[in-house]
């Protein structure tokens, strides 16, 4: 059984409709930490040595987080900065992630079509995650495609976030009960649309 | 007229009403207000309340009763422990020399032996009363000397006892040995048993029936009737004690010390205050109304002598017995002055004093008469003690020279190194950035000094000691006093002499603040604004507010907060009427603000993350929303 660290980041939760749902979904879910960023460091004022920790005591990290400015909210960022310490997480000594699986889980206001070459934000969601990706290529994890949400500005209607919340609580029991495709799950666009076929059938 | 009751008691109220805040407001403290409310309805002034004066007293001087009791709740045994050495040795000496010292005058003043030394036991008792409330008022008991004078006059209290035992003994009458028995006509040796005993049983009662008795109210939810309960056990150890011939007030003593460590200590306390400060106020107002104007006026000259010779003989016994224990200079002044007067106890011996024939009705006037006046002079002789002998004493040079400071360039100064200064100075240290600290209290110098942080002593409001605390060379200074008065004088001081200074300030309120951004301080910090602020967050978290958030209401809210103080302090000098306006104005706008911050009422601002109009433009046009991708 896989231990699963969600680093949840949104500066304004009261205020998400999407996202805050997203996350009930998951919060229950034994092996499953859920670790909020904006309220545990409201200062911005990050304990490294406990994220750290965090980070050793599990084995999938899951950024959870809108996809402000086709990026994450700032406290992620800085988070990044931090934490992933030269000597810990890369670099010569720097082991510590190695073989650990990570994913972001996002939500986008643009709908799914914007994010293609001829779409009006130009590049792919994974294109965008392109630093994530590198990010986790460095420091040895491996890095899935994104579950994205997209067009989570229209998605109002209760039907949709129950579809996605369903979808995303799926994908995380069987990222712990290793269910899931991870050479498949590596290389598909959006783990939200691919999920069914990256589960074993007898379950699908 | 006043012959009924509720006339009394409307005349008593009504004097102390308007005495006490009248002699407050004059710096004099509210014993001297009772006292001048006593002499004002007295007989020899506007004859309100006449020989009745007497009865009021008796049932005032229970107000010193439950007095000592809580000063006994202030006490624990622990604490009384650390005092013994205080009480049995001042105290001790203080009654045995004074008694001696008073009776060897009368003597030379042709009194007889026996009378001499009643005179000289009953003058030398001091004011339980008039001292604690006096100490109390001022803020003075927990000083050197407040603690030391509380030591001699809880040893005064003890030494009624066996003052009451040898008084008989001293009678004109037969002095048989059957005089040293109780009334009830027991034997010594009984009654030795009986005092142990009640002593014995007044700590058993506040050990095993007092908690109990509380514990089994407060689940009863009878909350009226813990007043009831806690006036019950004070006037029931004073009746005990009564009866087996101790002193009442000694008894409730005992009863607050054993019930200090008690969780009901702040119970007991609130509801026995009330009656305390009633009585007492009574009891001095009795003793105001009790000064025999008449018979000083008939012999103004002698009684002087008696008082000014006795409180002078008091004063510099208790002076030198204090520099014999290791006072310092103020603290003995402070416990000399304090206990120079004579005390109520004197009403009670005089009058047993007269009973037993020790002496003539007219002597005993006489002595009544110094006493009270004794009382009277207390509250000026502290005035005296304040505005012109600790100015004096506490000069300093006198009593510490100023430490000579070593300029090493540090660049910051520390003025005040209490609660405030040591914070600053512990995170500036601990980045290894040098400060020059200043303290005034040499405990506290002391004390940093054990742990290795060198402090000067000396006061900051004096150009020298800012010259010799390198302040030409430092860059900032950092005024930490706590006392707004000082603060200024120092800012005023540091302005004026080294203008290439920055200051940073902790002030007491606002009007402190406007006076010291008026003087150019650089940055004012009301000093209790950062733990009420933290408070403030902890308090919307624990609301259910998200941290973040809570942090940034806070923010916003102290933003507008600094920048509308700023614009205040004009009005608070120019326009007062329009300082008032604005305030409220500020409070208005305030509220107007946190409504706009808080994310779960919509607002523009923050509109980065919010997403009120993309949502608005997705509906209209999905392909029109932009690049702040939300949800």
């Known amino acids: ?204 | 007229m006043t012959d009924s009751v509720l006339a009394q008691a409307f005349i008593y109220l009504f004097a102390a009403t308007v005495f006490v805040p009248i002699a407050k407001q004059l710096g004099l403290g509210a014993v001297l207000g009772y006292l001048l409310a006593g002499v004002a309805i007295g007989p020899f002034a506007l004859g309100l309340v006449g020989t009745e004066g007497n009865h009021v007293m008796h049932f005032a001087e229970f107000g010193v009763v439950m007095m000592l009791f809580l000063v006994g709740l202030e006490l624990r045994p622990a604490l009384l422990w650390q005092l013994r050495r205080p009480i049995l040795g001042l105290g001790g000496l203080q009654v045995a020399a004074t008694a001696a010292a008073l009776a060897g005058i009368a003597i030379a003043l042709g009194v007889a032996l026996r009378p001499a030394i009643a005179i000289g036991l009953t003058f030398a008792m001091s004011s339980t009363a008039i001292v604690l409330s006096t100490l109390t008022e001022r803020g003075l008991l927990k000083s050197r000397g407040g603690q030391s004078s509380f030591a001699v006059l809880l040893f005064q209290d003890i030494s009624v006892i066996p003052i009451l035992a040898v008084f008989p003994l001293l009678g004109a009458s037969a002095a048989t040995v059957t005089d040293v028995t109780s009334e009830a006509g027991r034997p010594a040796w009984l009654s030795a048993v009986i005092v142990v005993g009640a002593v014995a049983g007044v700590i058993a009662l506040g050990r095993f029936v007092v908690r109990p008795l509380f514990q089994f109210l407060a689940r009863a939810k009878l909350r009226e009737s813990f007043t009831t309960a806690a006036l019950a056990i004070v006037v029931g150890i004073a009746l005990l004690m009564v009866q087996v011939g101790l002193s009442p007030a000694l008894g409730t003593f005992l009863a607050g010390v054993v019930l200090a460590d008690s969780e009901y200590r702040h119970e007991l306390e609130s509801d026995i205050e009330p009656f305390k400060g009633l009585l007492l106020g009574l009891f001095f107002i009795s003793v105001g109304a009790q000064i025999d104007f008449a018979l000083i006026a008939s012999q103004p000259l002698r009684i002087a002598g008696l008082v000014v010779g006795t409180m002078v003989v008091k004063l510099v016994v208790l002076h030198a017995l204090g520099r014999i224990f290791g006072l310092d200079r103020s603290a003995s002044w402070l416990l000399a002055l304090a206990l120079a007067q004579v005390g109520e106890f004197a009403f009670v011996l005089l009058s047993l004093a007269v009973q037993r024939q020790i002496f003539s009705d007219e002597l005993a006037g006489m002595l009544v008469a110094t006493v009270a006046i004794s009382m009277v002079l207390t509250p000026p002789a502290f005035i005296l003690l304040e505005r012109v002998i600790l100015p004096h004493v506490t000069e300093p040079a006198a009593e510490r020279p100023q430490d000579e400071i070593v300029d090493t360039g540090t660049p910051v100064v520390i003025a005040g190194y209490g609660r405030f200064g040591q914070m600053v100075g512990r995170v500036l240290r601990a980045n290894r950035i040098p400060v020059t600290i200043l303290d005034l209290d040499p405990e506290m110098i002391d004390v940093l000094g054990r742990l290795g942080i060198k402090a000067y002593y000396g006061d900051a409001s004096r150009v020298e000691l800012l010259h010799a605390a390198g302040c030409e060379r430092a860059k900032l200074f950092v005024l930490a006093v706590d006392t707004a008065a000082v603060a200024t004088r120092i800012a005023e001081n540091v302005r004026q002499h080294f203008p290439h200074l920055t200051i940073l300030a902790r002030c007491v309120d606002r009007p402190h603040y406007f006076e010291l951004r008026k003087l150019g301080v650089r940055k004012v910090f009301r000093e209790t604004f950062g733990s009420a602020y933290e408070t403030a967050i902890e308090a919307l978290k624990h609301l259910g507010y998200r941290a973040h958030t809570a942090h940034r209401l806070a923010r916003r809210w102290r933003d507008h907060e600094e920048s509308i103080i700023e614009e205040l302090g004009d009005l608070w000098r120019n326009d007062r009427a329009g300082y008032f306006e604005r305030t409220k104005g500020a409070l208005d706008e305030a509220e107007r603000l946190m409504r706009d911050e808080d994310p779960t009422v919509y607002i523009d601002r923050d509109a980065g993350w919010d997403n009120e109009s993309l949502r608005a433009d997705n509906r209209v046009d999905a392909a029109a929303a932009d690049a702040s991708d939300v949800s």
């Open chain 1, 1 to 204: 059984m896989r231990r699963i660290l969600v680093l949840f980041a949104h500066p304004v939760l009261e205020r998400s409709r999407v996202n805050r749902r997203l996350l009930s979904a998951v919060r229950d879910i034994s092996g499953v930490t859920v670790h909020d960023l904006y309220d545990v460091y409201p200062t911005f004022y990050i304990d490294v040595g406990r994220e750290q920790r965090l980070l050793l005591e599990h084995d999938v990290i899951v950024f959870q987080h809108p996809f402000y400015w086709y990026s994450t909210p700032a406290i992620l960022k800085e988070w990044q900065d931090l934490v992933l310490e030269h000597g810990w997480a890369y670099g010569k000594g720097g082991t510590q992630l190695r073989g650990k699986i990570t994913l972001n889980a996002i939500t986008t206001g643009g709908p799914e079509a914007a994010y293609h070459r001829s779409g009006y934000n130009r590049f792919t969601i994974r294109e965008l995650l392109a630093p994530w990706d590198q990010t986790a290529h460095l420091c040895g994890m491996r890095f899935l495609a994104p579950f994205a949400v997209h067009s989570a500005l229209r998605v109002a209607c209760d039907d949709d976030v129950a579809q996605a919340r369903v979808a995303y609580r799926q994908l995380i029991e069987a990222l712990r009960d290793d269910r899931l495709d991870l050479e498949r799950a590596a290389t598909a666009e959006n783990l939200a649309t691919a999920l069914p076929s990256l589960l074993p059938r007898e379950v699908a």
